[in-house]
């Protein structure tokens, strides 16, 4: 038992390796993954501010740019992940080695954490600098147990993601391509998701964790308790329940979709 | 089934298949044979023995490629059952792969963004390998393939041939029982692919409870590395033996290697002359000739054939008698050359 737990946490933290050293030695994926965001920030951030929006209206924002980095890398190196592994040739010798599948995603989930944290972090640290940004956080632990919570359920939808496109081709490429848009729109990332209406808010948050998880930061950190859908407390719940529910779901079918390759052929073929 | 267990783990067989089976329906792209069966791997029999070096010959698309990724827990079989070590590949995938390998030649793996060193050591835990017992593994592969002043950098700063020797030591840095190597060779310059039949042979030697199973089209490689090999086309192992055993079988005959004008096809007449055993053609269209190298069961055939060529009207440009090599064994069984690629057989569809 020790052993498979030992073997299990060696597989966690190699595969998470790649993504933190890439962090640190790939300077066009630091600028790519942080500058353009924080562009879309400052773009809505002057937008409001030519509104003479309230300054709260800043941190929406920037909380939204903040999220949107987790997002934007959840969609393309966890959802995408597999594929980029066939295209590199490692998803062969992943599958045929001992490891346990379900330690692949989470070392994947881990270490694009830590890697897209640097980048978020950057995006607060430069808003600071050059918005003057302020939080007014008024029940701190709820907020970091909102933002764990968030980060685990959209990782463990990347979880599932990844193993659902374990086995798809080109076409799942472009299919994410054409919801980037919309996501956007529904995650409310540079707006109060509750201006689109309760029900299409609460629809929205449903589908999308990061939607239920900035409208509960930004009601904490933003004390805009006033532009919420539900409150933070509920929504942490749904967000831990979430996270449960995509980390299982994720193991069972990694499993089922591994199984499906290995019988249909798919998995040594070569993307389309 | 812990009595099949054991009775098949004491087997002296590293690898055993049964009847082994596999098809693939073919999908949209094959356009017209779309919805179609393929056949990849027909009711294969194999047995290699522990610290074996066993090759797997046959043209591109015979089904050695099928094989191995079946031995290799990537495919289950459609039919027929398949053993490592002891072990069902289908069904006891969690004992066989911490025991096996596998190294696609011309192929590359890992990530540029780490060092080639890093990218071993990264391979060597996903097998739960402690990096004190990988390390000297490791340090020495990558003396073995030329990359030890290399292991510091980065992948993606390689050479794709570079990038090749790291994914082959990557093969060898988990120890496996058994190791796969599909085309090991393919891609390499003359200098590293020699390179690289000895180190395969050094490591058998080095470890000789460890078995190896190669695929490869190249008749030399196999004649020189392996102990025993199998011929196999369009998914059948039709000869099975070791290289001397199975040139002997066309010691007898006389080989001939014939260039002549054109890239007509030659006519089914050629190959039904008295004393003609098989013969296989390789037409080349850039200097549009044809060569045809044909085995006869008597010397006199060939002066019979020259006469048939030039009444149909060809030029013979070249002519010379060589040594029968496995090539000459594949072409005496099968009528066609190895480097010609023969897509394995499609039964009804539906």
């Known amino acids: 038992m020790l052993k498979a737990v030992g073997f299990f946490v060696r597989v966690v933290l190699a595969r998470a390796y790649v993504r933190v050293i890439g962090a640190q030695r790939e300077l066009s994926w630091i600028i790519g993954d942080t500058l353009l965001p924080f562009l879309a920030v400052a773009a809505y951030v002057y937008v409001y501010k030519a509104m003479g929006a309230p300054e709260k209206y800043t941190g929406f924002v920037v909380l939204g740019g903040i999220i949107v980095t987790f997002w934007m890398h959840m969609i393309w190196s966890m959802a995408m992940q597999f594929f980029w592994e066939k295209e590199m040739g490692n998803l062969e010798r992943y599958l045929m080695s001992p490891l346990p599948r379900p330690a692949l995603l989470l070392g994947m989930a881990l270490g694009g954490i830590v890697m897209t944290s640097t980048r978020a972090l950057i995006i607060y640290l430069a808003s600071r600098l050059f918005f003057h940004l302020e939080f007014h956080v008024t029940e701190p632990g709820l907020a970091v147990a909102v933002f764990v919570a968030t980060l685990f359920a959209l990782y463990g939808m990347g979880m599932v993601l990844s193993s659902l496109f374990f086995i798809a081709g080109r076409g799942i490429y472009y299919g994410l391509q054409i919801t980037a848009e919309p996501i956007f729109f529904l995650g409310g990332f540079y707006f109060p998701v509750r201006q689109l209406g309760l029900l299409v808010g609460a629809a929205a948050a449903a589908l999308i964790p990061t939607t239920l998880g900035l409208d509960a930061l930004r009601q904490t950190m933003l004390d805009a308790y006033d532009t919420g859908i539900l409150s933070p407390n509920i929504e942490l719940l749904i967000l831990t329940v979430m996270g449960v529910v995509f980390v299982y779901a994720s193991v069972v079918i990694i499993h089922r979709m591994e199984d499906y390759g290995r019988r249909s052929g798919k998995l040594i073929l070569r993307n389309e | ?350």
């Open chain 2, 1 to 350: 089934m812990g009595h099949i267990l054991n009775e098949r783990t004491t087997s002296e067989f590293s690898i055993e298949t049964v009847k082994l089976r596999r098809v693939f329906r073919l999908d949209r792209r094959a356009r017209r044979d779309a919805g179609k069966l393929l056949v990849a791997l027909d009711d294969m029999d194999l047995q290699v023995r522990r610290g074996e070096l066993f090759g797997c010959l046959g043209p591109n698309g015979a089904g050695k490629t099928t094989l191995i990724r079946i031995l290799a827990t990537l495919l289950t079989p459609s039919g027929g059952r398949a053993f490592v070590e002891g072990f069902d590949v289908h069904r006891e995938t969690h004992r066989v792969r911490p025991i096996i390998n596998m190294v696609s030649g011309g192929e590359t793996c890992g990530y540029g963004i780490l060092t080639a060193m890093e990218n071993l050591r990264l391979f060597t835990e996903l097998y739960g390998i402690p990096w004190r017992i990988a390390r000297p593994r490791v340090e020495r592969m990558l003396e073995v393939v030329g990359l030890d002043k290399f292991k510091r950098v980065r992948v993606n700063k390689l050479s794709t041939g570079l990038r090749q020797r790291v994914n082959f030591a990557r093969g060898f840095t988990t120890d496996p029982k058994v190791l796969f190597l599909d085309e090991p060779t393919t891609g390499l310059d003359v200098h590293s692919a020699r390179n690289t039949r000895d180190f395969i042979r050094q490591w058998l030697a080095e470890n000789p409870r460890k078995t190896i199973l190669l695929t490869t089209h190249y008749m030399a490689e196999a004649d020189e590395l392996c102990d025993r090999v199998a011929i196999i086309d369009r998914g059948l192992m039709v000869a099975c033996d070791t290289p001397a055993a199975l040139k002997k079988t066309v010691r007898r005959e006389t080989a001939l290697e014939l260039t002549i004008s054109g890239v007509e096809p030659p006519p089914d007449k050629w190959k039904r002359l008295e004393g003609v055993v098989n013969l296989a053609v390789e037409s080349n269209p850039l200097e549009k000739v044809t060569n045809v190298r044909v085995l006869l069961s008597d010397a006199g055939a060939g002066g019979m054939l020259i006469r048939e060529i030039t009444d149909d009207g060809r030029r013979l440009l070249g002519l010379h008698t060589i040594e029968p090599t496995l090539e000459d064994v594949f072409i005496k069984l099968t009528g066609r050359r190895l480097s010609e690629s023969e897509p394995a057989p499609t039964a009804g569809g539906g």
